[in-house]
């Protein structure tokens, strides 16, 4: 079969043949439909610091993707061969005390889809049954192969309460834009997003944002201000990894405020403690998805209205991937999905 592989230690990914993936008494077996890239299969390309330390090679990369079941193990009677499914991208241990206790979510030994284990950038992929998530019949497929950074997305805005309340989410990456329609539809007043680039300020317009700005041309103060907010926001969303944007963050918050962090600073990064201990501020740290509440939670989002289709903006065949690497590369795109089928 096709796959896209991190060949060797250097810039780039090849399209090769690579044997089609075996699977056990308990994995089922995926023939892939559609993926979508991550800003972490971007990282990967570039080879860049994390990658060199995490990713083994050779490997077929990628996690995100709805495909087709074709086969089950013998152990499998909840799958079967034509159900139409996505891939939850971490695969936990299952015998830790958090594992056990059910909160898999929060296990420490976690294998990643594509980054320590064969990925879903090839025509099959194999999984263990326990990380399937089966999709309901009415399902774009567009939108199904983005469930894992959609699920980012929800995990995030749905840390806390957001009914009425004033949402500032900083990074219009396709996780903030994503963000900024779900906190809409989940009855936010007012959401403020921040980002520096023009194409994904108007993007989060379009998925509902009441003000999308550079805070480099407006500072939060004067949104603030603009929109008759007096006591700062209630609930932040950090979803750039820029340490500019999480200190602004955290001085607009108001006093109370809970902020879920999902961006990845680079390296370490100074706050103003004196704020948050004052202010009263809670940050949450977000990684990955709820196994498997937050899959509930996208898909009846979605069947109660919630529309996500708008954030991907490009749509490739596998052979033209080097055209949807490049799109991200550039920074002007959403999601960038790629055909699997033949
Ligand atoms: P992305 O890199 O596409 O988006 C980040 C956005 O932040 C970009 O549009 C960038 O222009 C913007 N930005 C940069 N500096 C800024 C500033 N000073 N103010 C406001 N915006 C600024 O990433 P994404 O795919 O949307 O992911 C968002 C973040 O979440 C990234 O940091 C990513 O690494 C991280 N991430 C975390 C998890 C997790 O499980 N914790 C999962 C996926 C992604
Ligand atoms: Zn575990």
């Not at 023939?31 to 330390?53: E, F, L, N, P, S």
């Not at 299952?94 to 929060?106: I, Q, T």
């Not at 949104?223 to 340490?243: H, I, R, Y």
């Amino acid at each position: 079969m096709h796959g896209l592989v991190k060949r060797k230690a250097d810039v780039g990914l090849w399209l090769e043949d690579v044997p089609k993936p075996e699977y056990g008494i308990n994995d089922v077996l995926i023939r892939v439909k559609k993926t979508g890239i991550c800003g972490t299969d971007v990282h990967i390309y570039k080879w860049d610091d994390w990658a060199q330390k995490t990713i083994p090679v050779p490997m077929v990369v990628g996690h995100e993707f709805v495909g087709e079941i074709v086969a089950v193990g013998s152990n499998v009677v909840d799958f079967h061969p034509g159900d139409i499914v996505s891939g939850e991208g971490h695969v936990v241990c299952g015998r830790c005390r958090n594992c056990l206790a059910g909160r898999r979510h929060l296990c420490a030994f976690t294998k990643g889809v594509g980054v320590n284990r064969a990925g879903a950038f090839a025509e099959y992929i194999s999984l263990p049954m326990s990380n399937v998530w089966h999709h309901s019949s009415d399902i774009d497929l567009d939108v199904a192969s983005i469930f894992d950074p959609f699920g980012n997305a929800v995990h995030t805005a749905l840390s806390f309460d957001l009914l009425g309340e004033d949402v500032l989410i900083t990074g219009a990456g396709p996780i903030g834009i994503m963000a900024t329609a779900i906190v809409r539809h989940a009855g936010a007043r007012h959401v403020v997003v921040t980002d520096l680039n023009p194409y994904r300020l108007e993007l989060a317009r379009k998925m509902g944002a009441t003000v999308a700005v550079d805070p480099r041309e407006q500072d939060l103060p004067a949104v603030q201000a603009q929109l008759g907010m007096k006591e700062g926001f209630d609930v932040g969303l950090e979803m750039s990894g820029n340490p500019h944007a999480f200190n602004s963050l955290i001085a607009n918050m108001a006093h109370g405020g809970k902020i879920a962090m999902l961006g990845i600073p680079e390296k370490s990064m100074a706050i103003d403690w004196n704020t948050v201990v004052f202010n009263m501020l809670t940050i949450k740290g977000i990684y990955g998805r709820e196994m498997y509440e937050t899959w509930y939670k996208m898909t009846v989002m979605l069947q109660s209205g919630l529309q996500i289709a708008p954030v991907i903006t490009h749509r490739y065949h596998y052979t033209e991937f080097q055209k949807g690497f490049d799109v991200m590369l550039s920074g002007q795109c959403g999601k960038v999905v790629l055909d699997w089928e033949t």
